[in-house]
């Protein structure tokens, strides 16, 4: 789970007082670097997600076919058939728990201020000289909240992701011990 959404942040005022309309430029672009980042971000970790999600309903198709196959020749659970399913039931969740909540639509910050955050009385209410300064300032504070909200849902979205590689890489071995248990069970 996220954590809970932190005040956001303000320019300190030391900091108004000393910059210049050059230097809000170049923090503002750099920022807007930063946000476009976290946005591309969010695409990587779809498109890996849903590659893994191919992959995995890919096994999960081919034990389902192989689990009827076994059962409609031999009509018992031996310890093959009984690893079958429990390999569809792992790689089943693997997917429902972890790569399709990761595939499902997510609200990120998309670029852009609403023209209602920039018509404010600090902004008009400053002399023509310190306007575009002062829309810099909004822009940038903005910039920041959307780069903090998309890193955070990023760093989620990433943690599922991993968990994903996790079990997906350590189901060779949960399979092989399910099927040395049960041969020893079934016998």
């Keep these: 789970m996220a954590n809970p959404k932190a005040p956001p942040w303000k320019i300190d005022p030391k900091f108004k007082q000393k910059l210049t309309e050059e230097d809000a430029k170049l923090i503002f672009e750099e920022a807007e ?8 971000t969010s695409i990587r970790i779809l498109d890996r997600n849903t590659s893994l999600l191919q992959l995995v309903s890919g096994i999960l198709v081919g034990l389902v076919a192989f689990s009827i196959s076994r059962w409609e020749k031999n009509f ?22 972890f790569i399709f909540p990761n595939i499902k639509p997510k609200i990120y910050v998309l670029p852009g201020t609403q023209p209602k955050k920039l018509f404010v009385d600090p902004v008009f209410d400053t002399s023509k000289e310190n306007r575009v300064l002062h829309l810099y300032m909004i822009k940038i504070t903005s910039l920041q909240e959307g780069i903090d909200d998309n890193r955070a849902l990023n760093n989620t979205r990433w943690d599922y992701y991993k968990k994903s590689l996790n079990f ?15 041969n020893i069970i079934v016998k």
Excluded at 33 to 40: G, V
Excluded at 168 to 182: G, N
């Design 33 to 40: 670097k930063a946000f476009n980042d976290s946005i591309e």
């Design 76 to 97: 018992y659970f031996d310890s093959l058939l009984i690893t079958t399913i429990a390999g569809i039931v792992y790689f089943f969740l693997l997917g429902l728990l």
């Design 168 to 182: 997906l890489f350590y189901s060779p071995i949960f399979l092989i011990c399910v099927y040395l248990l049960m």
